[in-house]
């Protein structure tokens, strides 16, 4: 971020060199000394400070210039800085033309040449007016900015993402933030546009993809190598602890991950249960941790890609991905992990991104200030997202089917949740409809052996059951009914495992069907879904990719 500037403007060589010295010997530290030798010059270098969003503290612009007076270039700065301080500088044969601009321009003060000596006639007026401006000036956010609307889905998309990857960015609103509309002017873009990303050093982007805001945000989106020892396919933390491991053992490691590091734990605004960390961090504040573990300890990380085929050509697992490029690996740690099963009632896919959202529970909560909003589950994840966003909402209603929360949420949540005024439980209830214009407006939700009814609602989170993220891999590994991953004794006790493997020992505790592609956390069938857990089963499968590699 630039200091904020003092604009100087006078034709004079011999007056704009004088006051420029005396200003910079003076203000240098904190500001940025601009001298413009002419009105023209002076217009065009403020609409210049205006398209790049640059801070202007000060204009001092001499009176009496040909072409442009000074009165005109500080009126010319009230209309681009209307918080800017403007002051004339006159001889005392001007005061007239001074004492008129100080309503046509507004201006703030005049001073009269010379101003010798400055630390009498010049440093103290300045001062006083600089330290006005500072009292009310609010440094432009330096990092990554996101416009869009609130009820766009794209922009939530993009919001989770930024997120996801502990990237700093500030939101505005095109609705609400004046500073929005403001910003968007400078740009070649309209409101039509959005959602559109401003990059810190200056690129702009239009509705972009994850994978186009991946590079401008310096992401790996390509493979560095032709071959791998082992490729972990999904960053949750089972992904996450095995490319830990399998860098810090000297194996060739890639991690791909499809959208954020995490998994379902990386969108946890609060783990509390975590070995080693007593007063608890998000589940992001983790997957970061991991991730800058992995990465310098030697893994690769490649996101956002997805992979959607994998398979095995003289002995080497090949795997595609969503642009067709191919990576060739020895072995394969699947980590996929699972999804949140989507709720079925009118309503919701419809309003899904626009006040209806599975998870994401952090990236929505301040757009919830003041306001009631409802949560579909009764598992750890819907009770942190209520812990969470009870700190911003009016009321949280909890909704759940069964009577209590014992048999599914963990003891420290349910006694934080029951010491937490503006949270309510509402059991025995199920979600029946989403009701909204371009955006959720109320819920409609019914108790058994009650008729429905219908209550406002400024948002809905759905935290209901689990999927496994194994659909494009089932025809190669062998999966349960409900689509786990069958591994290690689970799959020799298969009836399909004697026609599928063919070597003659058995395969290791998180081996596949497939010798040399492992499943590691809650994609693989009799996983525990505990972060802790799947931390442990990512680092225990790269011990087996060794054996295996060993092979």
């Known amino acids: 971020m630039k200091k904020p500037a003092i604009l100087v403007v006078d034709d004079d060589p011999q007056v704009l060199a004088a006051i420029t010295r005396d200003l910079r010997q003076e203000f240098r530290g904190d500001y940025r000394i601009l001298p413009v030798a002419s009105g023209p010059e002076a217009l065009t270098t403020l609409d210049e400070l205006r398209t790049r969003s640059e801070p202007l503290a000060l204009v001092l612009a001499d009176q009496r210039m040909p072409e442009v007076e000074g009165v005109e270039v500080l009126a010319h700065a009230l209309a681009l800085f209307p918080d800017t301080k403007r002051v004339l500088l006159t001889a005392y044969a001007d005061t007239a033309a001074a004492i008129r601009a100080i309503n046509s321009a507004q201006l703030d003060y005049y001073l009269l040449k010379p101003w010798d000596p400055p630390e009498q006639l010049l440093y103290p007026v300045l001062h006083d007016l600089l330290a006005s401006w500072q009292a009310n000036y609010r440094p432009r956010f330096a990092g990554l900015r996101l416009i869009g609307f609130q009820w766009s889905p794209l922009s939530h998309e993009l919001k989770d993402f930024l997120s996801g990857y502990l990237v700093g960015y500030q939101w505005l609103d095109i609705e609400k933030d004046a500073e929005a509309a403001t910003l968007l002017a400078t740009t070649e873009f309209t409101a039509d546009d959005l959602p559109v990303v401003i990059c810190p050093d200056g690129r702009v982007v239009a509705r972009p993809d994850k994978l186009d805001l991946a590079r401008h945000l310096g992401l790996l989106v390509a493979a560095q190598q032709e071959l791998y020892d082992v490729v972990v396919i999904g960053a949750g933390p089972a992904g996450l602890a095995a490319a830990v491991y399998g860098a810090s053992e000297g194996l060739k490691t890639l991690i791909i991950e499809r959208q954020t590091p995490g998994g379902q734990a990386g969108a946890s605004s609060r783990i509390e249960n975590y070995l080693g960390f007593p007063t608890g961090l998000s589940g992001a504040e983790l997957a970061h941790r991991a991730w800058s573990q992995a990465i310098r300890l030697g893994a690769e990380f490649m996101a956002p890609q997805e992979v959607l085929?994998?398979?095995?050509?003289?002995?080497?697992?090949?795997?595609?991905?969503?642009?067709?490029?191919?990576?060739?690996?020895?072995?394969?740690?699947?980590?996929?992990?699972?999804?949140?099963?989507?709720?079925d009632a009118p309503g919701l896919d419809r309003l899904s991104g626009a006040g209806v959202y599975y998870g994401a529970a952090r990236t929505e909560a301040r757009s919830c200030a003041g306001q009631p909003v409802y949560i579909v589950g009764g598992g750890n994840s819907a009770g942190q997202a209520a812990m969470y966003l009870a700190t911003y909402a009016s009321r949280v209603f909890l909704v759940i089917r069964g009577a209590t929360l014992e048999a599914s949420m963990s003891a420290y949540l349910i006694t934080q949740i029951s010491q937490t005024p503006n949270i309510e439980i509402v059991p025995h209830t199920q979600l029946r409809e989403a009701c909204g214009g371009q955006s959720l407006e109320a819920v409609v939700v019914q108790r058994d052996g009650q008729p429905p009814e219908k209550h406002p609602a400024r948002a809905l989170f759905i935290f209901i059951g689990a999927k496994p993220s194994t659909e494009w891999v089932c025809h190669l590994a062998i999966c349960d009914a409900k689509g786990y991953l069958l591994t290690g004794r689970d799959l020799v006790a298969d009836p399909r495992y004697k026609e599928s493997w063919k070597k003659e020992r058995e395969p290791y505790l998180l081996e596949t069907c497939v010798p040399g592609l492992f499943a590691a956390g809650d994609g693989r069938a009799g996983a525990m879904a505990r972060v802790a857990s799947a931390v442990g089963e990512g680092s225990m499968a790269i011990k087996f990719v060794h054996q295996y590699l060993d092979e």
């Open 309 to 343: 085929d994998l398979c095995v050509q003289d002995g080497y697992k090949v795997l595609t991905l969503s642009d067709d490029t191919k990576i060739r690996a020895r072995a394969v740690v699947l980590t996929t992990g699972v999804s949140y099963r989507k709720l």
